[in-house]
């Protein structure tokens, strides 16, 4: 009894586990990525599983600091300074695997989409090139 029981629980775990994996990854794609996403903070903790360090806006009057991903692979990051004046990085990006890479010239970023739910996106930035420690922030999509 007690070993039947033990199997139908570890069954039932497996397949809540599987089921929130295949929700996950069927609905990350392009179309999901797309938009204006303000930046909420660095999540701090293991594996971005901690709390919250709200991101420090320049001006609290200004519109929030986010990236805007368009149908074309154009991303743009946007930070506002003390005078609301916007300063702006443009990137190429692509999606691969749960992966956003942002490229500029020779140079790129990876994102790693750890978790993607109710309109927020959690990613991991490997903290420099080749490090398997990541750096998690916290972004929320805008409506």
């Known amino acids: 009894m007690k070993g039947s029981m033990l199997h139908i629980i ?6 809540c586990w599987l089921t929130s994996y295949t929700s996950f990854s069927q609905t990350l794609d392009k179309e999901t ?3 204006t996403w303000d930046i909420q903070g660095n999540l701090m903790g293991e594996n971005g599983k901690g709390w919250l360090i709200p991101h420090k806006q320049s ?3 200004c519109l929030p600091d986010h990236t805007v991903f368009t149908k074309n692979h154009m991303a743009r ?9 916007e300063r702006e990085n443009t990137f190429n ?10 490229s ?3 140079r790129s ?33 805008r409506n």
Do not use: F
Request: proline share 3%.
């Open 59 to 61: 001006n609290a009057d």
């Open 109 to 141: 970023i990876k994102w790693h989409i750890e978790d993607m739910k109710n309109g927020k996106m959690t990613i991991g930035v490997p903290i420099h090139p080749g490090a398997e420690k990541k750096l998690y922030l916290l972004y929320k999509k």
């Open 10 to 15: 570890l069954l039932l775990t497996l397949n």
């Open 77 to 85: 990051e946007v930070k506002y300074n003390k005078s609301c004046q």
């Open 33 to 35: 990525i797309l938009g």
């Open 93 to 102: 990006w692509t999606l691969n695997e749960g992966i956003i890479t942002l």
């Open 104 to 106: 500029k010239g020779e």
